[in-house]
């Protein structure tokens, strides 16, 4: 029943100003992507503190890892708790983690300041946005997560190029201050708009998704369904390889297309583009497509990146700026694919809990691929067959996508009449 009439965004209309949730949560989404700058923080904390390029790379493993293990968490409580406390806590603990990594002396402390206390700061907040967006929109579901998501995708294209800036005027330390401390302001004054609208709301179009599989019992019906395996096998994947090519864009640059440090530093700017831009442009596409179709897209375009990198030449910048492009790309579109889908697949109003549990194939992906790539450049002597694996990887997902990644039809039939 739509109940259009009295329910306001803002003040104002729910049908139209609902559109300002987008922007607003793409801000919050884009204060909590700043962790994909962490390079920028690297080399002057390297100096400071004394430590090798390995050890400054585990605050940023850290925080990936414990970001995706307190998603699920947080998402667990979102439907339960008030949505706009639980953003404000967050963006307290993020603001608090960069602020106490300012203060650090030692690689251990940054670990623990920036890797837990931030990375458990931005698994709290990171859902908040996408589950109150997904509420405001059944009827435009993928297209508005993928709008909204695109703030952490290109928050290196802005919060890269300022973080320098600063470090290059203040040095690193107070960076890290001023950062924290702009973040917890942004956050605390944005999460009084992350409300879910009231229980029933419907906008006034008519809603129809004939694929939509309602899912009773949380989180028992999900781990007995097909798609659930299939959309966790895939998303894993797409992570994995997506956030491996991330840790080595600029190194692969410089060692196997031997371009300029500076040249391969500002590509990454490039590739952050990509990365956003793919994300509503993925939410759209899984809203009009079906998901296994999607998702092999997704892998082809990752296989011809690999070949490309695998007979990639001295000299030849413009195939590693496509590849690494097309990595970027598909890694934006699998944030933006994996919540549509879920919402696609499961019920939507279990979406916080279902997306929390479908997400720890994020945080799988994110530490064996920021950890395996290093180790396969220190056994082989080159990024080169790196892209092996990730092609193979492309191929099984391939696979999955058309065995596993689709609507299970008795499913539907028994959960719809539920």
């Known amino acids: 029943m739509n109940n259009e009439l009295g329910v306001t965004v803002l003040g104002r209309n729910a049908h139209r100003s609902r559109w300002f949730l987008v922007p607003l949560g793409m801000i919050v989404l884009l204060c909590l992507g700043t962790v994909y700058s962490w390079s920028i923080f690297r080399t002057p904390l390297e100096n400071e503190l004394g430590i090798s390029a390995t050890a400054s790379l585990l605050p940023y493993t850290f925080v990936l890892v414990f970001y995706a293990i307190f998603m699920p968490i947080t998402g667990f409580y979102i439907p339960r708790l008030d949505t706009r406390k639980i953003t404000a806590v967050g963006g307290i603990i993020v603001g608090l983690g960069y602020i106490l990594s300012s203060f650090a002396t030692n690689v251990g402390t940054l670990i623990f300041t920036y890797g837990v206390i931030t990375g458990i700061g931005i698994g709290i907040v990171y859902g908040v946005p996408m589950a109150v967006v997904a509420r405001w929109f059944p009827d435009k579901k993928g297209l508005a997560m993928g709008l909204t998501i695109i703030g952490f995708g290109l928050s290196p294209l802005i919060t890269a190029p300022l973080a320098n800036h600063l470090i290059s005027v203040y040095t690193v330390r107070p960076t890290l201050r001023l950062l924290g401390i702009v973040f917890t302001l942004v956050i605390l004054t944005i999460s009084l708009t992350m409300k879910f609208p009231p229980r029933g709301w419907q906008p ?41 090519a991330i840790g080595i864009s600029s190194p692969v640059g410089q060692e196997i297309i031997n371009i300029n440090p500076n040249v391969a530093a500002g590509s990454v ?47 030849q910048v413009a195939t590693y700026l496509i590849a690494f492009c097309l990595f970027w790309f598909c890694l934006g579109g699998w944030l933006a694919m994996a919540p549509t889908m879920t919402l696609r697949f499961f019920d939507p109003d279990q979406y916080a809990q279902n997306y929390g549990i479908i997400f720890t194939a994020y945080g799988m992906g994110a530490l064996i691929g920021t950890l395996v790539t290093g180790r396969v450049r220190d056994l082989f002597g080159s990024y080169t067959y790196a892209f092996y694996p990730m092609g193979l990887l492309a191929i099984i997902g391939i696979i999955v996508a058309c065995t596993l990644l689709k609507k299970e039809g008795s499913a539907s039939a028994t959960f719809s009449r539920k």
Request: some cysteine.
């Open 204 to 244: 006034p179009q008519k809603i129809t998704n004939t694929e939509t599989i309602l899912t009773p019992v949380y989180p028992q019906i999900l781990f007995k369904t097909r798609s659930f395996y299939g959309l966790w096998i895939c998303y894993i994947i797409g992570a994995l390889v997506g956030l491996s």
């Open 269 to 315: 700017s490039l590739f952050a583009l990509f990365n956003g831009v793919s994300r509503p442009l993925f939410g759209w596409l899984a809203d009009k497509f079906k998901p296994h179709h999607i998702a092999i897209l997704s892998y082809v375009l990752i296989l011809i990146a690999c070949i490309l990198m695998i007979n990639a030449q001295t000299g």
